[in-house]
């Protein structure tokens, strides 16, 4: 899971615009008609250049995330360093962005992160993503971010990641942030890093 920081600074191209998924070439918009919003923002999710130095914002905790319920707070154009605890590893949903496949190697992997084991509610859940075109960058380094393997060595540790800030508006009425009574949320904000371009263990 260690990656060097210097490849931060690399910016990364593997010609991923387009990936095949379920034999479907499946290019940076995924699955989404034109008209409708997640075709630009799936853009964003389906980044897979890594940041320059230039490209991360001034320091960002974790708590600063949780407590945002702004869309414009942050710019979505802007990389973060956080650190926090791991809760949980699951795999995500089916998903425009990954053209709707069900095939666990090209779906997001959701990361769960909270400030320390002591406040791991959904109050204080942010999600950070893994997703497969940086999955498989990674993987040609030897690297193995595949789901299984992150929620087993990650689950119950302090982690260092870096990525890109985005914001999911689809999870408003999910999220404590903009829907503080909500009976259903299961995150603290929209706020997400994603994609993540870097974990490493530090406990």
Same mark, same amino acid.
């Given at each position: 899971l260690?990656l060097?920081f ?8 593997n010609? *991923?615009?387009?990936i095949?998924?379920?034999?479907v070439d499946?290019?940076m ?5 034109? =008209?409708?919003p997640?075709?630009k923002?799936? @853009?964003?999710k389906n980044?897979?250049n890594?940041?320059?130095?230039s ?8 708590t600063?995330r949780?407590? !945002?319920?702004? =869309?414009? *707070?942050f ?9 926090g605890?791991?809760?949980?590893v699951?795999m ?12 666990p190697a090209?779906?997001?992997?959701h990361i @769960?992160?909270t ?27 030897g690297i193995?971010? !595949?789901?299984?393997?992150l929620? !087993?060595t ?6 260092k990641?870096?990525g ?9 009425? *999910?999220?404590?942030?903009t829907?503080? =009574? ?7 904000s929209?706020w997400?890093i ?6 490493k263990?530090?406990?």
């Amino acid at each position: 899971l260690l990656l060097s920081f210097s490849f931060l600074f690399i910016s990364c191209s593997n010609g *991923q615009n387009s990936i095949s998924i379920d034999g479907v070439d499946c290019d940076m918009h995924g699955s989404a008609h034109y =008209e409708r919003p997640e075709y630009k923002l799936n @853009e964003y999710k389906n980044r897979y250049n890594f940041p320059i130095k230039s490209d991360y914002a001034p320091l960002i905790t974790l708590t600063e995330r949780i407590s !945002s319920g702004d =869309e414009e *707070q942050f710019s979505i154009d802007k990389a973060v360093i956080l650190t926090g605890y791991v809760f949980n590893v699951k795999m995500g949903g089916v998903e425009t962005c990954n053209c709707k496949t069900k095939d666990p190697a090209f779906r997001d992997t959701h990361i @769960e992160l909270t400030p320390d084991e002591q406040h791991t509610g959904p109050e204080y859940r942010v999600i950070v993503e893994v997703t497969p075109r940086i999955r498989a960058i990674m993987a040609v380094k030897g690297i193995d971010w !595949s789901t299984e393997e992150l929620k !087993s060595t990650l689950i119950g540790h302090k982690v260092k990641i870096s990525g890109w800030l985005f914001y999911d508006a689809e999870h408003k009425s *999910q999220a404590f942030a903009t829907n503080p =009574e909500g009976e259903r949320n299961w995150r603290v904000s929209c706020w997400e890093i994603h994609p993540i371009t870097y974990i490493k263990l530090i406990d």
